[in-house]
């Protein structure tokens, strides 16, 4: 049976041109440290089983981050004069600040240093091939989201957005004896109803797999413009450990692929029942402020 969900996977690709692959400084290692690599993979098997829609990009998150503002710029990686952007949502000045903190630090809508290793590219890149990355990928992506959970949720009366990513294996924290395998994002209460998250604990928890709720992964720009839970539409980031469906070198899938697979599958079951449920009056005054 169909469920009130949308996944989407904005960080996965590796459809790279020849010209991106060439720029690249080191193009095995920022490929690998900058893709959520095959996460889509899990995607396209949760919506096989559920009948969830999916949506994968394929331009890899090199190329533009689609967990970005498509003004989220660092100015001084482009050739060029910069180029007037019309926003696109209302955001807080904590957004503006956090995003612009994310552009100098290297990882704004096109990436440009990673820890440890220092200058993704070789070269600025060209204003026109920003402007072109921008009105080919950025926007269209967006724009079928927005079109798609309004969709569902005049459909169903309620839709469920799920924002799927992976990390890399974290540490124990403090007060911690295992690190979290399972992050969950929901921007601090206001991308989706309470019941959602709690739920979604609750299935973790049960299934014997250590989730966290915001720390260290809240969601971002995603979750920011497209969630509207007081308009029947939520959004839940969810970062899944490479370690546990990829091998050592965390590059390729290995043979706990499919056990977490199925366990997305019942995770997203019970998220799909529980926002039909909110569509039919139960949980609405839960929803976010």
Partial sequence: MPLPVLIAVP?????????VLGELR????????????????????????????LLVAHAPRAMLDLNRAHDDVDWDMIGGARRSYRRIQTITGEQALSANR????GLGLVPRRLPGFGEIWRSPLPREELDARIDHIHRPYHEFLT???????????????IDLHSMPPLRPQSGQTRAPRIVLGDRFGASCGATLL???????????YEAAHNR???GG???????????GIHA??????RGLYLDEALSEVSAGFDQVAAMLCGLVRELGAETARMADGGGLDEAAE
Avoid: M, N
């Fill in 198 to 208: 709690s739920r979604a604990l609750r299935f973790l928890e049960g299934s014997g």
């Fill in 221 to 231: 720009y995603v979750l920011d413009r497209h969630a509207v839970p007081t308009r």
């Fill in 216 to 218: 260290p992964y809240s």
């Fill in 26 to 53: 080191d193009r095995t290692l920022c490929r690998l440290r900058l893709e959520d690599r095959h996460v889509d993979q899990l995607g396209v098997a949760i919506a096989k089983a559920t009948g969830t829609g």
């Fill in 11 to 19: 960080h996965a690709g590796r459809a790279y041109p020849d010209h």
């Fill in 147 to 161: 079109a798609e959970l309004q969709r569902i949720r005049d459909q169903w009366g309620s839709a469920l957005l």
């Fill in 102 to 105: 994310r552009a100098r630090s």
């Fill in 236 to 241: 839940i980031q969810i970062e899944v450990c």
